[in-house]
């Protein structure tokens, strides 16, 4: 049986994605909480006779991706497909943030996830079989949220999917990486970043995000937006000027509130 590693799993999408794939795949689950994904280890086990491991890990800096990043390289227990997800943000701008959690947030949303991209890229391509997810967002595209390094750290993900997707390294391989950008998605990382789930027309389904993310991936696709309303916007975004942000972008910095913890 093929084994998917996820990271941020222990909610969200990346718990989506392990439910999802718990019936075609042993797992390693990856976040900092490892009574939850312990939980869900066990919860999956019971259901569908897979193998989970749970590697608890703190994605910020190098020495807490260190362990992660072996698990990608095994030779002896390969990883057959990496959903990069783990990932964080703040309802407030970066003006009214500091300086530390700005970098944080690059650190968690941008590095961890090129660095384990990188690593898993290496050791797939020296066997000529494997798969990449890196999960970025619509915010990648153009600037939709301003005053944030969130845009900046997702739009770091989507041009490193890209560049190594369109790479002769790879298009002549059997390895393949697709970015995923999410719109708004009603799990609870938006609770986290005090950012409020509703019922309206902007808010995707995590089960259908998933599913068709999935279906993206085995169409060899490098971009995956999934649901018509997001594929309709994107094109919309990258279109018009970047300085019509200004018009249509979410301005952070207007937010009445401070951060109280990251959504990661």
């Known amino acids: 049986m093929a084994t998917a590693l996820i990271t941020g799993a222990s909610s969200g999408i990346g718990e989506e994605f392990a439910r999802r794939l718990a019936p075609t795949h042993n797992l390693v689950l990856v976040a900092r909480d490892s009574v939850k994904l312990a939980q869900l280890a066990r919860e999956l086990t019971a259901q569908h006779g897979c193998t989970v491991q749970v590697l608890a890990a703190d994605l910020s800096t190098a020495a807490g991706r260190e362990p992660v990043a072996a698990r990608l390289a095994s030779t002896s227990s390969p990883v057959d497909l990496l959903v990069n997800n783990a990932g964080m943000g703040y309802s407030t701008g970066a003006t009214q943030n500091t300086v530390e959690q700005e970098m944080y947030m690059l650190e968690v949303n941008a590095t961890a996830k090129i660095h384990?991209?990188?690593?898993?890229?290496?050791?797939?391509?020296?066997?000529?079989?494997?798969?990449?997810?890196?999960?970025?967002?619509?915010?990648?595209?153009?600037?939709?949220?301003?005053?944030?390094?969130?845009?900046?750290?997702?739009?770091?993900?989507?041009?490193?999917?890209?560049?190594?997707?369109?790479?002769?390294?790879?298009?002549?391989?059997?390895?393949?990486?697709?970015?995923?950008?999410?719109?708004?998605?009603?799990?609870?990382?938006?609770?986290?970043?005090?950012?409020?789930?509703?019922?309206?027309?902007?808010?995707?389904?995590?089960?259908?995000?998933?599913?068709?993310?999935?279906?993206?991936?085995?169409?060899?696709?490098?971009?995956?937006?999934?649901?018509?309303?997001?594929?309709?916007?994107?094109?919309?975004?990258?279109?018009?000027?970047?300085?019509?942000?200004?018009?249509?972008?979410?301005?952070?910095?207007?937010?009445?509130?401070?951060?109280?913890?990251?959504?990661?």
């Open 116 to 264: 384990l991209s990188l690593v898993a890229l290496h050791a797939m391509l020296a066997r000529d079989s494997g798969e990449i997810v890196n999960v970025t967002s619509v915010c990648g595209i153009a600037p939709a949220w301003v005053d944030s390094l969130y845009g900046t750290s997702t739009a770091a993900v989507l041009r490193h999917t890209e560049e190594m997707a369109y790479s002769k390294a790879l298009r002549r391989s059997k390895v393949r990486i697709m970015a995923l950008c999410p719109g708004d998605v009603l799990t609870d990382f938006n609770n986290r970043a005090g950012i409020p789930n509703t019922t309206d027309w902007g808010w995707v389904d995590v089960g259908v995000l998933v599913r068709e993310a999935l279906k993206d991936l085995r169409k060899g696709k490098v971009v995956s937006i999934p649901t018509a309303r997001y594929k309709f916007l994107s094109t919309l975004m990258k279109l018009a000027p970047n300085s019509l942000s200004r018009i249509y972008a979410f301005d952070l910095g207007q937010q009445k509130h401070k951060p109280e913890q990251p959504a990661v």
